[in-house]
């Protein structure tokens, strides 16, 4: 079926040269579809940019932060829980060992065709909050992918495009992540505790 062929569609591809004290800059501006085919659904709009000396050799490049929690958000769109889309790039050595995005067990049917399971609870400080029962949050989804195929991250990182809730965080450092960086902050206050007393390390890494 054409929707389901895995196609990014690269449109608005604009080069704009600049004279700037004897170097050039190159300007690319891209933006990215995924099927279905629906150019309503513009999942990213990255504008990239480099520059070049004059003999074409590239002299800025994405910092490593900043390439893996692009991958991570690019994981996210995999999402199936109509609640959030996130994703979780493990790494250690600069390599990516697993990634994962949060989406129901797989042949489970998704959130995106029958609808979340919310419930709520209320967690010690006296706080609601509401989660989708039927989910498997991005970073243990991470996780499962390592242990499925028998890959320690023992020592590793985690990249997550939001910071992790109390549950994936407490499994995380049971599994020896060291650092966690984090895009956006998703109720942070209440894993302060759970960091002040453990060797993690939180890292925001905002994305633009
Ligand atoms: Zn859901
Ligand atoms: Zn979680």
């Not at 320690?152 to 549950?167: F, K, L, N, R």
Request: glycine share 6%; proline share 5%; net charge neutral.
């Amino acid at each position: 079926m054409a929707t389901t062929i895995l196609t990014v569609v690269a449109t608005s591809l604009t080069n704009v040269w600049l004279e700037d004290g004897g170097k050039h800059y190159l300007l690319f501006f891209f933006t990215l579809y995924l099927p279905p085919y629906s150019f309503h659904r513009k999942i990213l709009y990255y504008p990239y940019h480099v520059s070049l000396h004059p003999e074409g050799i590239m002299t800025q490049r994405l910092d490593w932060n900043t390439y893996f929690m692009s991958i991570a958000r690019m994981v996210s769109e995999r999402a199936t829980c109509t609640r959030a889309s996130i994703g979780a790039v493990i790494v250690r050595d600069r390599n990516i060992i697993a990634t994962g995005y949060n989406g129901s067990p797989a042949g489970q049917p998704h959130c995106t065709e029958v609808g979340c399971l919310i419930y709520v609870s209320k967690n010690p400080n006296g706080e609601e909050e509401e989660n989708c029962f039927r989910t498997i949050h991005a970073e243990i989804n991470a996780i499962t992918q390592a242990a499925k195929h028998g890959t320690s991250i023992d020592g590793a990182d985690i990249y997550v495009t939001a910071s992790p809730c109390y549950h994936c965080l407490k499994t995380l450092m049971n599994c020896g992540i060291k650092r966690v960086f984090y895009a956006k902050p998703y109720k942070i206050h209440n894993i302060k505790d759970l960091i002040d007393n453990s060797d993690v390390e939180l890292v925001h890494i905002p994305l633009d």
